[in-house]
């Protein structure tokens, strides 16, 4: 059975940095995409930031470009998301994801079978 279980989330002043963690448990396959998708309150979820782990491509959302950074962890089912110089617009609840997929052009669409419960980010101004 997958399981996905983040931590890192808090409570930051806007310009703060935040580092989410994700460990990947329960997985086997080799060619995966590992996601850190966001939902704030009365908005739909969206991507953030992608890794496939096949060659090491990383995607993300044009509002966070330059400010985060995903990566694997020291496991290569794990993955961390490192945000710096957050916003306001950046809270709400992150979650990891996982799926074994060939590599595509748009990592955030289609379907994400296995996700983690969720970190809270909130970024106050």
């Known amino acids: 059975q997958v399981q996905l279980v983040e931590s890192g989330g808090g409570s930051v002043q806007a310009g703060g940095s935040l580092r989410l963690s994700c460990v990947v448990y329960?997985?086997?396959?080799?060619?995966?995409?590992l996601g850190w998708f966001r939902q704030a309150p009365g908005k739909e979820r969206e991507g953030v930031a992608t890794?496939?782990?096949?060659?090491?491509?990383?995607t993300y959302a044009d509002s966070v470009k330059g400010r985060f950074t995903i990566s694997q962890g020291s496991a290569k089912t794990s993955v961390d998301l490192q945000m710096n110089n957050l916003k306001p617009e950046d809270t709400g609840m992150y979650y990891c994801?996982?799926?074994?997929?060939?590599?595509?052009?748009?990592?955030?669409?289609?379907?994400?079978?296995?996700w983690g419960q969720g970190t809270q980010v909130t970024v106050s101004s």
């Open positions: 890794l496939y782990t096949g060659d090491g491509t990383t």
């Open positions: 994801a996982v799926v074994h997929r060939p590599k595509v052009l748009r990592p955030f669409q289609g379907d994400w079978p296995d």
């Open positions: 329960g997985y086997t396959y080799r060619n995966n995409y």
